[in-house]
């Protein structure tokens, strides 16, 4: 039902039972805040968005405020805007004076109020937040001096990812937002995801970096400096580099790269497709002998932190084959390494990742041997944007170039791992062709697209009813784990992402809060595997060669050694 208001004096059209700043947003009337998110209830915690309405004494906030019939509403009166610069500048008493230094400079949503409000000088003085720079995890840093409180890491932490690390803690002016028992980051029970950061509107959580490493590594002589790249990492960039949005800059990649100095780059999609023939085969084998079903997913490490933590009981269910990164790291270590005769020593390996988890993931004892790591640095999707920019690199003259020898083919299921649904729908393509011999008559299984929380497919293999779901988001993996644990479940693999929509919506990605540009990233995926000649793993002619020359067949011993690993209970402060 319709309902007739007055905003500044022009009469709009609002929906009965809509909050007022879902009105004004959805006339193009912009009104400020800092405490909401998109999909979430609203708290009215942060005050920014307060308007003025008529008949009212007090002003009120529009996040959660019910339109009302004939309400006549201000949204930028003098005594509006004198509220909201009143409370920036209380923000900003006490906040730190380091932007320049600061991980968010240029991209920090208090930093664009003081300029929007023409917030030119201080007018009151607090006393500064004094805070331990938490950087106890691999993945992620934690400055609470430049924590606003707006709430927004706790609620996307406890409600999308059903972790609930954050909270807040004490009261009053002592109020802070820390995680159990006011223990750093690395004695959480913190999965490294990374969501928090992309909804923080400060600089108060970021990214651990391995940037300066890098940069050394990248002026020493003595080291063969090679790098891989995500295959979400492609369809992500672009709009940060000034091209079409949603772009696939996969051969500018290769090329950039190369530019700044990386001795060989690789696309960790032809890893994926090694994974995804791994994992199939594996399956088949679980299948066959009607033992740890359904099979978990293993390839995404925030996941796999939260298995070991919250279910250990069910870890002998996740698959043994690595992620594609690890998978990666350990080929060029070895198979790489044995064919430029570099000894492994000598190989500085980087991996470019849409994921703060994967430098969790880089850094566990079981990604390590014999004193030799399989990844040695993971910079994110933004930490790559930096190294562009530094480098001065012009990425709308330099043509494009194709991802080195010996791992530069790749399918177009390579690419669709990024994407929630895309693992299972792989193995799917695979698995048929394993058990029958035959390819799926349609290779396009939409039952596993989208973004529903849970997705479910079956399909007749052989005499046999094969199950697959496709988890999004742990809230649903932590339901479904639930009901496999009761033994009500009748399916064989469950895919699992910890970030809702997959890599393409990963923690170290740009940040944006747009579900619009997200599935602008998932189409482009697709539409790469509408398009590609290869659109199954088990036909990369490199792969086929590798397990030709060198692995041997798909679970053999030295695939068990190189490309398989295992996982243990971890213990946490809960």
């Known amino acids: 039902m319709l309902i007739e208001i007055d905003v500044n004096n022009k009469k709009i059209q ?33 005050r920014m968005c307060v308007v003025e309405v008529e008949g009212k004494s007090a002003l009120i906030p529009s996040c959660s405020h019910p339109v009302e019939e004939s309400m006549k509403i201000r949204t930028h009166s003098p005594r509006v805007i004198q509220s909201r610069k009143m409370l920036v500048e209380l923000l900003l008493s006490n906040h730190p004076d380091d932007c320049l230094y600061c991980a968010s400079n240029g991209k ?19 006393e500064k937040i004094k805070a331990k720079l938490d950087q106890s995890s691999p993945g992620i840093v934690k400055d609470s001096a430049k924590c606003i409180l707006c709430g927004r890491c706790v609620r996307v932490c406890e409600e999308v990812m059903d972790v ?78 000034g091209l079409r949005q949603g772009k696939d800059v996969n051969g500018i990649l290769n090329a950039v790269l190369k530019r700044i100095g990386f001795a ?61 990164q690890q ?3 350990a080929l060029v270590k070895s198979y790489f390494a044995q064919k430029e005769k570099i000894t492994p020593e000598k190989i500085f390996s980087v991996s470019i990742m849409p994921c703060t988890a994967k430098k ?53 299921v390579g690419k669709m791992v990024a994407v929630s649904g895309g693992v299972a729908e792989s193995i799917v393509r695979t698995l048929n062709y394993k058990l029958t011999g035959k390819e799926l008559s349609d290779l396009k299984i939409t039952k596993l697209r989208g973004f529903k929380d849970l997705r479910e497919y079956f399909i007749k293999i052989r005499k ?40 393409v919506n990963g923690g170290g990605q ?28 088990h036909k990369n002619s490199k792969v086929i060669s590798l397990y030709d020359e060198y692995l041997g067949e798909a679970l053999s011993e030295k695939c068990i050694k190189q490309l398989h690993t295992n996982y243990t209970k971890r213990e946490v402060l809960l």
């Open 14 to 46: 609002a929906k009965k039972g809509e909050t007022i700043l879902e009105t004004l947003n959805r006339n193009g009337i912009k009104v400020p805040t800092l405490c909401r998110m998109e999909g979430f209830s609203p708290t009215g915690a942060c």
């Open 108 to 126: 920090c949503e208090l930093q664009d109020l003081a300029v929007e409000l023409n917030v030119c000088e201080r007018r009151i003085s607090g």
């Open 164 to 241: 609930s690390t954050f909270d807040f803690y004490k009261r009053g002016n002592k109020t802070a937002i820390t995680t159990s028992m006011n223990k750093d980051l690395n004695f959480s029970n913190c999965i490294n995801c990374g969501q928090c950061i992309q909804v923080c509107p400060t600089g108060a959580l970021f990214e651990k970096t391995n940037f300066d490493i890098v940069l050394q590594m990248l002026n020493n002589k003595d080291t063969t400096v090679v790098a891989q790249y995500s295959p979400s990492i492609s369809v992500s960039l672009a709009d940060e580099l």
């Open 264 to 324: 060989k780059v690789f696309a960790t999609a032809f890893a994926a497709d090694l994974a995804i023939c791994e994992q199939s085969a594996e399956l088949a084998d679980r299948i066959a002998n009607d033992e740890n079903l359904p099979m978990i997913s293993s390839c995404c490490p925030g996941w796999i932190k939260h298995m070991e933590q919250s279910h250990p009981d069910m870890i002998d269910l996740v698959s043994t084959t690595k992620s594609p």
């Open 327 to 329: 998978i990666m790291g």
């Open 360 to 412: 969790f993931e880089a850094q566990r004892e079981e990604m390590t041997h014999k004193g030799i790591s399989d990844i040695d640095a993971v910079l994110t999707t933004r930490e790559l944007l930096k190294l562009i920019k530094l480098f001065g690199v012009d990425v709308h003259s330099i043509d494009e170039e194709m991802p080195d020898n010996p791992f530069n083919t790749r399918s177009s």
């Open 464 to 503: 046999q009813q094969i199950g697959f779901t496709v988890v999004n988001g742990l809230k649903s993996a932590n339901k479904l784990i639930s009901e496999i644990r009761d033994g009500k479940s009748d399916i064989h693999f469950v895919e699992i992402m910890a970030c809702p929509g997959g890599c």
């Open 510 to 537: 740009p940040t944006c809060n747009d579900v619009k540009v997200l599935k602008n990233r998932s189409k482009q995926i697709y539409d790469i595997d509408d398009k590609e000649a290869i659109r199954v793993a």
